[in-house]
């Protein structure tokens, strides 16, 4: 008898064909469920042990027109057997729910790729929506695909009868599960953890529950016993150090960071932000971890966010708040403010492709020159930069060390694709973080005055809490006396604590690692980054090395301060090349800093840059 699978389906020999990388693109209407099936789809994969990467691309509104281009919803998962850096180009596998995700994938795709298509959602109504005159399926439009037509809809609702009180309408969304069960057959991902999954997700709605299943369990088996696809694939699991992994995108990750900085701290996490796309996940997450002392408030704006988290800093809290580029312009003001006060105060800017309100649901890194420069008044403070979805703990991490050590606001950057692409992530030892000491300032001897802007090594003046002994001082925006704090409208003071407050945030400088070089002898480029190109840059300079090119490769973590080896290093190199997610921000930066004529590669177009093409760019300029 042949064997069965863990569904209890008979199996027919169909050839197992291995894979090193495999990159899956599932598209449907906004309302298809295509965010939950490929996220399904991923953790499915990472419980195998691939690495993986994941890039979300969905419509900023809310409920576009059913059908229509605008309203098309995509996820993209590239994983491999090896150690992978991006979410991958051209997809090998497009899954289609209808023709309007056709039209505005199908480009993309790989020639020779395959297409699988609902073919009950290529209807002459969904085809006049798309723009098709005649049915892409049937006109030649794809004969330079492998095309598995699929009529997904109609057997979603056949597996479902047995469902009581489940209409035919309501089945139908559970197509989503069926195109799920069928691709982790294709690629041999165990079927439990989606089966759980749906079980623990819907187990107070058991009718739903049982349509999901039955619909994810009729895809499964569809592969398995149809005569439609001829072979399907395994990619084995990727090598990785002994521990313990879990999936996160950037917005989890940077969550956990802050829970772990306020533990190592001992200070209290206060978040205050104002839903603003793609920030507001933040707080969403933030909002679920009262346990650890989190508190969380939903502002009435922008600027009452910043005015709260900047107040809890006065208090004695981890203040924090986050927003994208527009809620940056408002929390501007706020930000000068903490700069005079010298308070610790961390800024999280999720940035998104503008300006105004743009395109908010797609990526782009046009801040940093708005981060670094961006208020009135000579205001410097430290920006850092996160450059993978999981390193956006370790770049919040650092971000609350410098806040705290040095009192001053702090911005961290990160951006769309960080936030909500996902990847393997191998949790540290909590004990192994480092601690982070607030060092407040305690009483002073009786008959003693407080001087709250004396200074330590660093530059950071005492941080004093309200209602303590003896620390009372004149807190606002207005100039302070150096050393005293008393308000100052002296010319040579306000010139004075301009220049301490500069010298403050530049001697961050000598506390943050040098620009380490991933080089070759010889390599007469360097590929300098930062931010979310980190992935590309990395895949790239893999791609050209494996060709026999000798190019070099460094990354920006801090901004500002940058690391004191940064002219040394790009002097280094005959020529140097800054890939960015804006019109050339970090490279002006670059140019007028080290009197380097580097060179510049720019994407604005709402998505991130991805290795091949960054791959081709340099080939030109070798």
Known sequence: MAPKTALGVVTKAVPVEEKERVVVRFAGDSGDGIQLAGDRFAAATALIGNDLVTLPDFPAEIRAPAGTLAGVSAFQIHFASRDILTPGGRPNVLVSMNPAALKVNIGELERGGIVIANEDGFTDHNLRKAGYK???????????????????????????????????????????LFAL???????????????????????????????NLAAFRAGYNFGETAELLQVHYEVKAAPAEPGTYRGVNGTTAAALGLIAASVRSGLPLFYASYPITPASELLHELSRHKRFGVRTVQAEDEIAASNMALGAAFGGQLGVTATSGPGMDLKAETIGLATALELPLLVIDVQRAGPSTGMPTKTEAADLLMALHGRHGESPLPVVAAATPAQCFEAVFEAVRLAVTYRTPVILLSDTFLANSSEPWQLPDAADLPEIDPGFATEVPDGEEFLPYERDERGARPWALPGTKGLQHVVGGLEKENVTGHISYEPENHALMTRLRAEKVAGIAND???????????????????GSTYGAITGAVRRLRRRGKKVAAAHLH???????????????YPRVLVPELNTGQLVKIIRAEFLVDAESYTKVSGLPIFAEELDEEIEKRL
Do not use: C
């Open 134 to 176: 005649a049915s892409p399926l049937e006109d030649g439009t794809l004969d330079d695909y492998q095309v598995f037509r699929v009529p997904m809809t109609s057997m979603t609702v056949r597996a479902t009868e047995g469902v009581d009180g489940i209409t035919a309408r309501e089945a139908a969304r559970s197509k989503n």
């Open 181 to 211: 069960g069928l691709v982790s057959w294709m690629y041999s991902r165990p079927t439990d953890v989606t089966m759980r999954w749906i079980e623990k997700k819907f187990a107070e709605a058991p009718q739903i529950m049982q349509a």
């Open 512 to 530: 943050i690692p040098d620009l380490t070089v991933d080089g070759q002898d010889g390599a007469e480029l360097l590929i300098l980054g930062w």
């Open 558 to 572: 801090h901004l500002n301060p940058l690391p004191r080896n940064t002219g040394d290093v790009v002097r280094s």
